[in-house]
């Protein structure tokens, strides 16, 4: 299946602004790029880019003063089929796990895994390790929390969407992963698109979405709290420990983000 992937952002500087941006699509996706996601700003300045520790593509520009608008549009050949799991389901003791898995059993910005653990071990303790335990957790989430766009703050974390029952994906996300993390299952948060392929309408205006990855089975599984059922059409952009790592812009001063369109669509 042919999928068009892309964005159009504006913002408004009030100064010439230095910023970070994250708008590529993972370097995971290099074989089933048709048409790249080449950055188009405008007005153009210099961009230079670089691979952070997560291996994410970032771009480093100055905005000047007044408008500045991001944009992309690329196309990619991926499955037209609804997305399968590994074959591997069980969770390897900690002393076992990959070295480079370890940093996603800690606590991070928006993960506080110290309040969550005593919670984490009452409710799934007992229940079978593995893929069996990290579907337990998606469905947990998937039911305590309420989604709605009203209900986005930008600060929120894991402890308070849990106590408030209500957000977005990535706090659906950012809470899964607080107690995976809490069961010593490596958990970490992803960002990126994902389609409506196969979904009855009326469809929502599209936007970027978050989910996680668990390492279970010798590999990182992907999971999916928010929808909390297969997708077609799943392109991952950037991984990190939780929102802060992957960040779609970072500005270095005072910006206002005037327009947000997303698309993510078969050709």
Known sequence: MKLRVGYELVY??????????????????????????????????????????????????VAPAGRIAFSTSAVLDVSGEPETRAAGTEQHPVESLPDDTLVF?????YCETDLLSEFAWQTFGKLPLGRARVDAICDYV???????????????TAWQAWQEKQGVCRDFTHLAVTLCRAMNIPARYCTGYISDVGLPPPYAAMDFAAWFEAY?????????PRNNAPR??????????????????NAFGPTQLLKFAVVCEPV
């Open 12 to 61: 408004e500087c009030v100064q010439p602004t230095p910023m970070m941006l994250m708008l590529n699509t993972h370097y995971s996706h290099a074989k089933e790029v048709l048409q790249p996601d080449l950055l188009a700003v405008d007005p153009g300045v210099p961009i230079f880019q670089y691979r952070d520790g997560f291996g994410n593509l970032c771009s480093r520009l």
């Open 105 to 109: 059993l800690l606590g991070s910005r």
């Open 142 to 156: 998937h039911q305590h929390i309420t989604f709605g766009y009203d209900f986005a703050r930008p600060t929120k």
């Open 216 to 224: 279970i089975g010798g590999s990182w599984q992907t999971f999916d």
């Open 232 to 249: 077609t059409g799943r392109v991952l952009m950037a991984r990190g420990r939780d929102a802060a790592d992957v960040a779609l812009s």
